[in-house]
């Protein structure tokens, strides 16, 4: 669905910005790349958004589906530090609060992603 969409697209532009890293892997210069991809006026917006998630998809041999679950981090009891999701996931569920919604305006989030749409 487009709200669905919207939701993965604003993930993993957050995800660039939060996780780009400088040494070598699958993270490496992906904020550098959001910023190459989104100003390559040869294609449409929505072009240059989809080609972007797809790399990041690729570079994390992950799916859309994949990438917004939380089920196989929950079930990783490993300890290390490259290993955190279910540490992040217990932090934002029970600290921070998990639900991402958007304020209606000047936020990457569409306000279409509501505590409804949750």
Known sequence: NNVGFLY??????SY???YTSERAGPRYHLKEELCEDMENTDMELVDRAVKFVNSIFTKLNTTCADFTTTEDALKDTTVSASVNQRQWYYQSCTEFGYFQTAPPTGS????LINLKYH
């Open 16 to 18: 660039a910005i939060q």
């Open 108 to 111: 990457l989030r569409s306000p």
């Open 8 to 13: 993965v697209l604003a993930d993993a532009v």
